[in-house]
């Protein structure tokens, strides 16, 4: 990066800073706080083992040194100054969840536009959202855009606050579907046997109101749904192309879902052991699909510094903004996250790598070489290294 660009950015994050404000979290002052200043050349100094009483007002601070990122810790603090971990004195954190679209299996980043990564990891975040909420009843957690590739989850409910690092992980198992055992999610009850039998059986169901069960036996249910309304052989070639599920089998299942259809809408997987085989098969796919792609260190790490909301991210020049679970769908971050004080005016600048940019929900194509652009839209480029601050010209 040039020094006149770097100046430059550096100079319109102070006046962004000085015409906003910024969201600080609970018990501000007993965390860890850590910025990254704008400096020339490849190298990244990150300044950290500061607290709150060491950086001042904190909007001060951010209009006064006007760093490319900055952040604050999932960890509370005796001594959130001190220079190891070991001296802080640890007295909780938040449980952060990371969602990063350069992490999702379902982006192509050779493929992929921004946009399309960002409203991928948006369909990514609803889903994590889910097992937070319905799965463990988590209420206190707030949500916010990233400013560049994806989004973070804090949850500051009590009872998680003191947790360790291998009680996160367990949670991280959890949301990952990481070992789900399809044998431990079934509920088992005994039931009289049938005629000529005196010895009562067993009722193997999954259970279909939450959790992993709930979310196989929908799957399986759709499934089923497709296949009952298709041809006979249509219906046996899919449920064969499941492993340990052949052409016998997969005829039998049919037969058991017409005869026991509301029974299996209940989760009861007993009802032939050709169902329950498929049940299984299922299952593994749900696990494999079904499951949140969230950043694991992140979670298990007591220490992590995560961005501060109302921050501007120095690698897009977005903000890093609250998002309201509630109203996500309505959330584009191309538009929301869009900085008002780069907004209405254009600036030239000197492109170096050319492409459509989206914003406000409209394609620009930008040209390489010199263009004037409108500046949320320049400083994006600049920021992510795609082009250089170009001289302005005035009319004569």
């Known amino acids: 990066m040039e020094e006149q660009t770097l100046g430059y950015l550096r100079g319109r994050f102070g006046d962004h800073y000085r015409r906003s404000s910024v969201s600080l979290p609970p018990a501000a002052a007993d965390r860890e706080w850590g910025y990254i200043p704008w400096t020339a050349g490849p190298d990244t100094t990150m300044v950290r083992h500061r607290s709150l009483h060491d950086l001042g007002d904190a909007e001060e601070f951010l209009a006064r040194e006007r760093p490319q990122h900055v952040y604050f810790s999932a960890g509370r603090y005796d001594d959130p100054s001190a220079n190891s971990m070991a001296e802080k004195g640890w007295r909780g954190s938040d449980l952060v969840f990371d969602l990063d679209a350069d992490h999702l299996p379902s982006v192509d980043l050779g493929e992929d536009s921004y946009p399309e990564m960002l409203a991928k990891c948006k369909a990514e975040l609803e889903r994590l959202l889910d097992f937070l909420t319905r799965d463990f009843g988590f209420e206190d957690l707030t949500v916010a855009f990233s400013g560049g590739r994806g989004y973070h989850v804090h949850v500051r409910d009590p009872a998680v606050l003191e947790m360790e690092s291998d009680q996160r992980r367990e949670i991280v198992d959890y949301v990952r579907g990481t070992g789900l055992s399809f044998d431990a999610l079934l509920e088992r009850e005994l039931v009289a046997g049938t005629a000529g039998r005196q010895s ?197």
């Open 200 to 396: 009562p059986a067993e009722k193997r169901t999954l259970p279909a109101d939450g959790g992993w069960g709930a979310r196989v036996v929908a799957r399986l249910n759709d499934l089923l749904d497709a296949v009952l309304d298709a041809p006979e052989d249509e219906a046996v070639e899919r449920l064969s192309a499941y492993d340990g599920i052949g052409e016998k089998k997969a005829q039998a299942a049919l037969g058991a879902a017409r005869r026991n259809r509301e029974a299996v809408r209940q989760g009861n997987v007993d009802v032939h052991t050709a169902m329950y085989s498929l049940a299984r098969a299922v299952a593994d796919e749900t696990a494999a699909e079904a499951h949140a792609h969230i950043d694991e260190p992140v979670t298990t790490d007591t220490n992590r510094l995560i961005r501060l909301p109302g921050s501007l991210h120095g690698g897009t020049g977005l903000r890093v903004c609250h998002v309201d679970p509630a109203a996500l769908d309505d959330f584009d971050p191309l538009a929301d996250a869009v900085a008002e004080t780069f907004r209405g005016r254009s600036v030239n600048v000197d492109v170096t790598d050319p492409g459509p940019l989206t914003f406000d929900g409209e394609t620009l194509t930008v040209d390489a070489g010199v263009q004037s652009v409108p500046e949320h839209a320049a400083v994006f480029l600049m920021a992510r290294g795609r082009a250089e601050k170009a001289k302005e010209t005035t009319d004569r």
